[in-house]
């Protein structure tokens, strides 16, 4: 394995019969990442449920009900290497029962999977995954055709929804996105080359996913360093130590750095940044670090470090499009826990400025209630200002989770505007 | 340095060091679950750099079923007394004396799932708020489903299908008393990151990962170590043969492989060659389908 190689992370979205299931298993059984007894254990049962031959679909089922009910429930991850990257799989269901496992998976992704049946063209459920992944900012779409065996391997199907897609994918905020036509059960253009698709010239999905450029996923612009923990070691060699520990969210950092600490707005200059092998001159994200500062300054956790002449916007009324997450409904001026970066203060959702439909892309402004997987457009005032950038900007000072005090649950995730 | 981004193992280690410091963060009385096995090694190798230079701020707890191999005993005090740490120890063979929990019977009696009661008395009785394990999503269906900060209610059960969404880098470890959290730092890695991650970063683990002679007997596919504990069938017999173990359980259920990779190099070789999965040698896998998922359930590791 080459010390450079790089981890991607990507979500597949799609329903049983779509093939979502088929192409995961096909991508980790062509590059080898299928182990003889989990093949024996499909063999199994494949056998047992009276299949014809093995089932790669069954490799992704995971819990109990899932197994007996033959659909996914939550999301599973699933890991495979190749030669050039190490990859992480978030399976997430597609059904619009599941929106708020697609978001999860999508939180993390460098990159989506949106699964198209051939025969069938672009449904509401294709544009339901194209605007989830749009809405969590992922920044490279895969659009598969798949089931191209079931249409001859002709190109027309392929250019149909092509022209589908672009009709309404204008609306989306998509950076990257392309088109490869597939057949997962046959594993034409998965991982190797389709001998009977001569008109395509791109790359078949695992080219694709090995080579697309991912360095700059994450921002590199704006240096924001959330505190986790402070560290006070106060032992013979470290009498003194103080340690500021946590991962840098975005940008790059500096020995020598000006850099100001918020909410207090104290000015100071990097001192050092430490790790357990090595004293850094620099750290960018998302490395986990150890930072000193030159100045006696007072630190906690949920202050946040940021380069002095680049600051996020502190705030207590803050806009967001907000997926509820919970059975139990938004209460009206209930008070949540807001959770962002490091930093948990007090919240209460002042007003549902509008609902959005995700299967027609209308906005609902008379429904004012947030029930499960509803994605809403919402205005929150927050106890103390929190230090925030957009989403579409920073995905993580970008974005917040609800708590439910009553229960502890997450109840909602939430996209800065 | 000039690049500006991580390469694989170098991001996950990020996010393990991550996840561990926002369980200090956000717990009152973590400790790291120690079974000397390499997962376990590697969790407590990432604390120290989490924290560093500060100490390790958890105590490490050991589950002891009585039926350990020595070398893992070994291994397990010389690494508390170089890192200064403090052990708790859960003793499965008192809680038979007390009457908490019965032996199984038989040939392939073990005490794997005793150490359930065991593991949640011990996190009970030490006020333990988040017990952090090295358990991996690639290991096993179940734990594939694993969240990164994973609730026990206050049976110490796992609810697999009303889990707490987890999304981005946020973790939500609010609790009630009596409830606590699983853990989970190394989610994301799969065997190879691990003995790839064993290998960059010099790591040291016990011998029985290394390929040495040992009595062995053929059971189950495997080599399962001669023991003291071990009830031998009529048909099977004890032979010595160069093996190596990929998981360390109970001495009693854990196959080894003949092997003989008896370097870091060898070894990280021989697994990416593999065609078994790593606890495909491990007999209380293999009880049934969903053997993972239903101790998993009543608090398993």
Known sequence: ?417 | MSKYYLNYLDELESEAIFILREVWAQFQNPVILFSGGKDSIVITHLAKKAFYPARIPFALMHVDTGHNFPETIKFRDDLIKDLGVNLIVGSVQESIDDGRVAEEKGKNATRNALQITTLLDAIESNNVDCAIGGGRRDEEKARAKERFFSHRDDFGQWDPKNQRPELWNLFNGNHFEGEHFRAFPISNWTEMDVWNYIKREKIEIPSLYYAHERKVVWRSNSWIPYSEFLVLEDNEEIVTKKIRFRTLGDITITGGIESNADTLEKITQEVSAMRQTERGNRSDDKRSETAMEDRKRQGYF
């Open chain 1, 1 to 417: 394995m080459l010390d450079n190689n790089q981890l991607l992370r990507f979500t597949t979205a799609g329903s049983v019969d779509d093939g979502k299931s088929t192409l995961i298993g096909r991508l980790l059984y062509d590059s080898k990442s299928i182990f003889e007894d989990q093949l024996e254990a499909i063999e199994n049962t494949s056998r047992k449920k009276g299949h014809d031959g093995v089932d790669l679909a069954l490799f992704t089922d995971g819990l109990r009900a899932e197994r007996e009910q033959g659909i996914t429930i939550d999301v599973a991850y699933r890991y495979f290497t190749t030669p050039k990257r190490k990859f992480i799989i978030a399976d997430t269901p597609g059904h619009i029962q599941y929106t708020r496992n697609m978001v999860t998976g999508a939180s993390t992704a460098n990159a989506a999977i949106i699964l198209v049946d051939a025969r069938h063209g672009v449904i509401e459920q294709t544009r339901r995954h194209a605007f989830i992944a749009s809405l969590l900012q992922i920044p490279h779409i895969i659009v598969c055709i798949n089931k191209m065996d079931l249409v001859d391997y002709q190109e027309k199907a392929y250019n149909v929804v092509i022209d589908q897609f672009e009709e309404f994918s204008s609306k989306l905020l998509v950076k990257d996105i392309r088109f490869i036509p597939i057949s997962a059960l046959e594993g034409d253009n998965v991982v190797n080359r389709s001998s009977k698709m001569n008109w395509y010239q791109g790359a078949p999905l695992l080219h694709t996913l090995e080579t697309m450029h991912i360095s700059s996923d994450i921002n590199k612009i704006d240096g924001r360093f959330p505190v986790q923990t402070v560290l006070r070691p106060q032992n013979e060699s470290h009498r003194d130590y103080r340690g500021y520990a946590g991962r840098v969210s975005s940008g790059i950092f500096r020995v020598g750095d000006e850099v100001t600490v918020l909410p207090s707005g104290f000015t100071s200059k990097i001192k050092s940044i430490d790790t357990f092998d090595e004293e850094l001159d620099v750290a960018y994200a998302p490395m986990s670090i150890s930072m000193t500062l030159e100045d006696d300054i007072d630190i906690s956790r949920g202050d946040m470090i940021v380069r002095s002449n680049n600051k996020p916007e502190a705030t207590q009324d803050i806009e967001m499009m907000l997926c509820w997450l919970h059975d139990n409904p938004a209460r009206p001026r209930a008070k949540y826990s807001i959770q962002h970066t490091s930093n948990t203060q007090k919240a209460m959702i002042k007003e549902i400025v509008y609902k959005f439909d995700i299967n027609t892309f209308k906005r609902n402004t008379e429904d004012k209630e947030l029930n499960m997987n509803d994605i809403s457009k919402v205005k929150i005032r927050t106890t103390k200002p929190l230090m925030i950038d957009s989403y579409r900007e920073n995905r993580t000072t970008g974005s917040i989770i609800l708590i439910d005090d009553t229960t502890n649950e997450t109840v909602a995730a939430g996209m800065i505007v």
